[in-house]
């Protein structure tokens, strides 16, 4: 066969295919590689230490007096006027014995059951951003439109494996309920994991519950095979919120998996140093963790980390810099050094879908997968420092993220791949393309990206000479158009909505 | 100090450093962090087992008479009709002894003497593009005035340690004697060590002999302490072409260093497998090294890779892919099996300096990085596969190559990094921007980008909302304005001139 032959021919499966947009299909994504070590073992324990002498000597703002008598009642030094709770080395290692270092969480689809921790990356898409910004739209206040879109997309995409807590804010609808709407949008749109939002009581338990309805489990069964988790914010330093802290006792309460994140932006919420803030960070992520293990030993937690720097100049957040990911390789080697599962995130601060979001986020995101990050949260969609989730940026991190995931397969080397017949096939000067040994294996060789061009300039300017960002555009229409609601049994989705209905009866009326 | 006068005190700093475009200092990059490893030992050997069997049985096309007979009177199996050369192992054992494993190059400002070898990373100029291109003049032909510009700029940046071999090729000049124009160039307008064509002896010779002019040392001089060096392409699969090889051995007869680049585009130039082209790389790569060896024992040598794959769709080269990155990985791992330094290289595909540009690149260069690349070549410019040095892409490197240079900075874990006295002094809650142990460090602390932007929305959209492409036109044009031509010696300056004139006058009457 001719090089020309196959080139056709290559090309033919290319159209077959070429009617949708290729993607990876859906797989576990495990790290082969040992994790990266930036610091030694002596700095780990350094860092370590002076995480304990916080916690012993300075102590843990806790605004929530039921978590102040949990933490009491377990001998911790507490101080009811300033809420100061200091815990001694023996109680967090007392705690820290019951945190699982791996756990599952299922939904509704046992087909996506998710394990956290060793050497395996789950995605989620990304959460909290109180704006949408697309390049056909501009930029909006989060609503439930762009809500479900966004859902839609992250469940279209196989590498996304996790919804976050609210991809945006739908700011149209009552704020103390609309978390029952983004909750049913999530498990009826889709059929991943999903995060809940754990400011309070009520928006934990509601999440959980609803997880529970949907795959036909009562609040006991799913409190041993868990289907939600939750970040937990700390109001870095060294505080807190009452909120938070009772979202996090619900989830442990519960059996959910509850991920401590302190937010520890150097010069900012932590020391402008980097030692000094993932010192501060392990601190407060102790804290959190030993609090879910008080509550309900054995109940599934996450050492999250989110450690960045800050512009100096203005005081402006910044993400993907080289400290945040130093940071993301550091913090593996902490979570680690617990045997607990690690989150950690590949932002950007860029205003745009541009060069600048790219290499920001890729550059985090390096650090995320060489430090075993087990839950890459806000992995796709982050924009502005997380202030805007952006169709386009969505788009431009699924390809990144597919281009990870192709990076950790291994390399084989045997007989058929060292292709000794085909070289000697081929003489000096030649080309492999029409070889048998190519023709066999041309069409799943390679990568196959779904926003990178490859074309030559010539080609690339006939078709419009669009950049990266403006081909994103037209991939998340097509996503959205090639996008299939998952099948729920009809009796789930009534109970769904008869519960949230009834929630939000109750909360109209006052009810928590 | 309040943090709203230690943020006014942080902006009077910037201010007055705002007067020109923040870069890194001149310096060294050393990758403090053991090599990534993608293959296992055994499959490192199995690999250069394969690239024995192919010298040994295969063989290399040789089309160059002189290198012929110099593999024939060392022993090898050399097929005069077919210019075959089959080298046994125990010839490639007896070449590598020789090779060093570390070199220095020297330019005519000692000061910028690079190491190659070890754990030392040297990042270059893109070298080879026939166009140009930047958004405010578009794309055209490369030229002496854009050669000189991109010069410049490589001069300009510090973390640009080397020029390649003809950052464009200036085509409004005689094709036999632009290397003249380009040489002169590099030794005016940059005082760094560059690389020369060696497309023929001639070429390679003129060089060799302007580095020595502008050093001030004789040929012999030069030799024992080299200033240039060349990259030799090879005609893959497993062919040298003459005027290569007569460049090839020409350095190394005079002493400076060679780097053997194997092309190996999997699926067109080299098997469609990684471990296929890696065995093909490794006997091309080895094949040149001991030509040079055999010419002069000892002369530097750089074990180049270039293994990337094609689009099979279409044929087109793909740069920045899973598999390059991979590649690039693991072809150090074979480059530090012979104890040899390593050349890769982090391309792009994209059309454009654009997301895409900059995700490829950043891969590629984590390759380059992981890999431990000690010349990473092409770092800085690199657009359409190679097709087109970009004005705008070179600023975006730059940004990126100095987040790895800073990403390489190890972390320090001492009392003073650790601000237990800091942690202890900031309220929960509160923020550690007027902090003493902040206001000592905050002007150093973290790495000061040059493209991006962590303004928020509302200021960068008042800015005019400029992504990082547009932004990066406004920085090289102020590099450009920046940019100071490094001071000559008047008459090393004019001896340049006239041997420049001399060569073009015996060039012009047929002399080679």
Redo the contacts between chains.
């Keep these: 066969m001719t ?1 020309l032959r196959a ?1 056709r021919s ?2 033919r ?2 159209s077959k295919a070429g009617a949708r947009i290729p993607q990876l299909p859906s797989r576990r994504v495990e790290n082969p ?1 040992p994790p ?4 030694s073992s002596d ?1 780990v324990e ?2 370590h230490q ?1 995480s304990l ?2 916690l012993e ?2 102590g ?2 806790m605004m929530n007096s039921r978590a102040l008598a949990l933490f009491e009642s377990a001998g911790a030094d507490v101080d009811h006027t300033t809420m ?1 709770v200091r815990l001694d080395r023996g109680l967090i290692a007392e705690a820290l014995k019951t945190a699982p270092s791996s756990y599952t969480l299922t939904s509704r689809n046992p087909a996506r059951r998710l394990t956290f921790g060793g050497n395996i990356i789950n995605f989620t898409l990304v959460a909290g951003p109180p704006n949408v910004h697309d390049f056909e739209r501009g ?1 909006r206040a989060g609503n439930l439109r762009d809500y479900r879109e966004l859902v839609s997309l992250a469940q279209h995409f196989n590498c996304i494996h996790m919804l976050g807590n609210q991809v945006c804010a739908p700011i149209e609808l009552p704020a103390n309920t609309r978390h029952l709407d983004t909750y049913f949008a999530n498990l009826t749109l889709a059929d991943k994991p999903f995060h809940v939002s754990a400011i309070g009581r009520g928006r934990a338990l509601d999440g959980i519950t609803m997880m529970a309805i949907a795959r036909g489990l009562s609040l006991d069964e799913i409190a041993s095979d868990p289907g939600v988790g939750t970040i937990i914010s700390v ?1 870095s ?3 807190f919120d009452e909120m938070m802290a009772e979202g996090l006792m619900t989830m442990a309460e519960f059996g959910q998996s509850v991920c401590i994140t302190p937010f520890t932006l ?11 803030a993932l ?2 960070q392990n601190a407060e992520a102790l804290f959190g963790i030993a609090l879910a293990q008080l509550v309900r030993p054995g109940c599934p937690v996450v050492y999250g980390a989110f450690t960045s ?10 993400f993907g ?3 945040n ?2 940071a993301n390789i ?1 913090s593996g080697q902490l979570a680690r050094r617990y045997n607990l599962p690690y989150r950690t995130t590949p932002g950007s ?12 986020t ?2 985090a995101l ?1 650090g995320a997968v060489l430090g075993h990050g087990n839950l890459v949260y806000h992995a796709a969609g982050w924009q ?1 420092g997380g ?2 989730a952006s169709y386009e940026k969505f788009i ?1 991190d699924v ?2 993220i597919q ?5 950790l ?6 007989d ?5 017949d ?3 096939g ?1 003489p ?6 029409g ?1 048998p ?2 023709l066999e ?3 799943t ?3 196959q ?1 779904l ?7 010539e080609a ?2 006939e078709a419009g ?1 669009l ?3 403006q081909r ?1 555009t037209s991939l998340w229409k097509k996503a959205l158009a090639e996008y299939v609601q998952p099948p729920m049994d009809a009796d789930r989705r009534e109970a769904l909505e008869a519960y949230a209905a009834k929630r939000k009866d109750e909360i109209g009326a006052g009810e928590p």
């Design positions: 090089a080139r290559a090309e499966v290319h590689y990266m070590a930036l610091l700095q350094a860092i002076a002498h916080i000597n300075l843990i703002e100061t930029r109001n330093p060294r505080r150097m010069g900012a919420m932590s020391p402008v140093t980097l030692a000094g010192a501060q720097n800050v512009d100096m100049r203005s005081g402006a957040p910044a810099t080289p400290e990911t130093k550091a601060a860029s205003n745009a879908a541009d060069a600048q979001g790219a290499y920001e890729l550059m390096w502005e202030l805007t431009i390809e990144m281009h990870m995931m192709e990076f397969r291994p390399i084989v080397v045997d058929g791949e060292l292709a000794l085909a070289l000697a081929v000096t000067g030649g080309h492999f393309f070889e040994h190519t294996r041309y069409a060789a390679f990568y990206p926003l990178s061009n490859w074309q030559n300039y690339w300017t000479a950049d990266a960002t994103a």
